[in-house]
């Protein structure tokens, strides 16, 4: 069964910083284009990272590069979102997602309809 289960969501002061855990079951992320989106009350899902497991290449939304890291750990089939530098207006819940992409590369990361596996989303809020 493909599963995917988000963590590390949270309450965090701004300025501060949080990890938040992709975890991988039932197929392995090898080829993978592993996203991760957010959607705050009110607003439409947006792109926030994708990772390429094909290639290593990583893509980041202007609103988060220079805070966020995406990064993966092999052996636990595990990938992470680094976010430093917290802001109010990063508060929302965090979903990760996935689609196959072989040995091509990515494209379109940041478009949901890309993806066809979704996690449960996380809690992320950012407030003094």
């Known amino acids: 069964q493909v599963q995917l289960v988000e963590s590390g969501g949270g309450l965090v002061q701004p300025g501060g910083s949080l990890r938040l855990s992709c975890a991988a079951s039932g197929f392995s992320l090898d080829f993978y284009a592993i996203g991760w989106f957010r959607q705050a009350p009110g607003k439409e899902r947006e792109g926030v990272s994708c990772?390429?497991?094909?290639?290593?290449?990583?893509y980041y939304a202007d609103s988060v590069k220079g805070r966020f890291t995406i990064s993966r750990d092999v052996a636990k089939n595990t990938v992470y979102l680094q976010m430093n530098s917290l802001k109010p207006e990063d508060t929302a819940v965090y979903y990760c997602?996935?689609?196959?992409?072989?040995?091509?590369?990515?494209?379109?990361?940041?478009?949901?309809?890309?993806?066809?596996?979704w996690g449960q989303g996380t809690q992320v809020t950012v407030s003094s």
């Open positions: 990772l390429s497991t094909t290639d290593g290449g990583a």
């Open positions: 997602a996935t689609y196959y992409i072989g040995r091509f590369g990515v494209t379109k990361w940041d478009n949901e309809r890309s993806y066809d596996s």
